[in-house]
């Protein structure tokens, strides 16, 4: 049987995939998946989790954008 990631670690993997946008779209996904309000919440309060994942947010954005 396989463990859930550490709610940090899946909020990295879902703004890595380029599939969410901000990290509203990431606590939402986290939600569907499982994780509690509280657990996202306490987690990703922080002002430099949020800007890091915005950052990769944007940088998968981009990546995905350019052909080849």
Known sequence: ????A???ER???LAKAGRV???KD???Q???EGYSRAEIRINLEGTGIRRQ???LCGAAKVKAQIPG
């Open 53 to 55: 994942l915005l950052q």
């Open 26 to 28: 990431i606590r939402d």
């Open 11 to 13: 909020a990295y993997q």
């Open 1 to 4: 049987m396989q463990s859930k």
């Open 6 to 8: 550490s709610i940090i």
């Open 30 to 32: 986290l939600r569907k």
């Open 21 to 23: 946008l901000t990290v």
